[in-house]
């Protein structure tokens, strides 16, 4: 086949990347984001662990360093809605500024994400949203998930402190978004915050934390995953001061015949989502395989204990999943809809990328009973592994792997704590079209090449980035010792140090998807 039928064949996928989140949310539910946590005895080093995929090409591709500041009495933090903003040439947020609030003196650094995701105190954040009852969402509140994101990593240093505060936020200024978990970690242990709205026109918020086990693991996948809460067990579990009265009032929950279940009262669609369930199965089967969790299963427990330590190369590996070596797996059965409407499994091989639902064949890849989808996705915008460490100072024992576009096609780099700059590329918007100084960009053509004869190609790229990425890794422990040397002698220097890491890495791995990218164009020319 020549180029340019080849091109004409990428351009569905081209298409369909700029158009497909003109609405976040399809039937009531958002295509987004998945987030693993982990405790501190369940990892091979004793760090802290969350994580995010923001999945969509909606969000913001831009990342960079915002550092500490100091502000003038009577300063505000303002607040924004975000809208789809259909005027530039890919899907993207505009924000409309709704409000402000009272801005501290002082604040922390942190690494500003779309969803901010790790402070200079080593608090860290994942996110993954839910949705809830429609009736609960309200417009009157000031606070969205990303604007609490940032505002807890600016205030706060530990995970309790940022739920605490949340809490206190929200019931002044209120929520202004879907339901959503926040993963909080710090460098002691590792929180799931669940949000929902207080209902039309009212300020407020109802939401329930709970900690995750020190040696267990624990996953949101877009449900909501709170059940039972025991707010008597502070070391476990808190909620806001509504959270049994609005159940009752609103009919959600009958105390005289049920327990209490914050997932059952507050996001009952989200649970019947298998685009959620086999996410939060595959997880759970992949860290332990020995409980023999069912596939089909509409409730899994909260966390559980993993068979062996979790690594970071397991993190890596299941962010790549696409359900390979079961019944799910995509690259041997291809899900459709049949002539009555009903997910069945096809043995026809999909030559294609192995999680993406195909038109074509009228795969019903999105939310609801019927749907479901793998955790690696093509629309992913950047994904992050989380490190905590507590027997290293806060610069160094911060470290977030961060990766760009889908995971399946990428590699995480180092940014820590005290890392104060990114590459120019990690800084480049690329909602405005192709550009060759978005390191987005770099991986996101790459990744759709490959995508077109995902069974050969991923080949190719993971025989780049694989060395790489156990090169990254293995180098880790004996870089983080020389800087600590510098940091006993020179803090300034050492955080200089962690910077040029971070630069060296990420313009190397821009570099090297570029062409790759070139590449696989070259190495394929006449073979499609």
Known sequence: MNKFVFILLLFPFFSEAQTADKSDWQGGFPE???????????????SVMTSHTDDSHRTRSWIDIVPPKKYKEGSISKMYKRVADNSRPMPAYANIEIGSIPQVSETNGFI??????????????????????????????LIDCQRLCLILLERCETAREAIALSGELLEKYGWNDFGECLTISDPKEVWHLEIVGPGAGKVGAIWAAQRVP?????????????????????DFFMASNNVYQVARDKGYWNPEKEIFRFNYAYAPESRTSMASRRREWRVFDLMAPSLKLDPNASDYPFSVKPDTLVTLPKMVRIFKDYYEGTEFDVRKNMRV?????????????NPHMPYDELKLHRINGGWGELGERTIARWYTMYGTIIQSRDWLPNMIGGVEWLAMDNMASSIYIPVYAGTTDLPKSYKTCGRDGFTYESAWWAFNRMGTLAA???GDMHKDVDALFVPMQQELFANTGAFEKEVLEI??????????????????????????????????????????
């Open 32 to 46: 987004a984001c998945t987030s693993i946590t982990v405790g501190k005895f369940a990892t091979f080093d004793g």
């Open 337 to 349: 809809m049949d002539e009555n409407g009903k997910s069945i499994l096809s043995p026809m091989a």
């Open 214 to 234: 020190d040696n267990h693991v624990s996953v949101n996948a877009n449900a909501s995953t709170i059940k039972e809460i025991d707010l008597e067990n502070a």
């Open 112 to 141: 500003n994400t779309a969803y901010p995701s790790m402070n200079d105190k080593q608090l860290a954040m994942g996110e993954s949203t839910f949705g809830g009852r429609e009736e609960l969402q309200s417009d009157s509140g």
């Open 487 to 528: 940091y006993t002698k020179n803090p300034k220097k050492a955080q200089e140090k962690l910077t040029e890491h971070t630069l060296f890495w990420g313009n190397k791995v821009v570099d090297a998807a570029w062409k790759m990218g070139n590449d696989l164009w070259t190495k394929y020319d006449e073979k499609f």
């Open 452 to 454: 077109q004869r995902w």
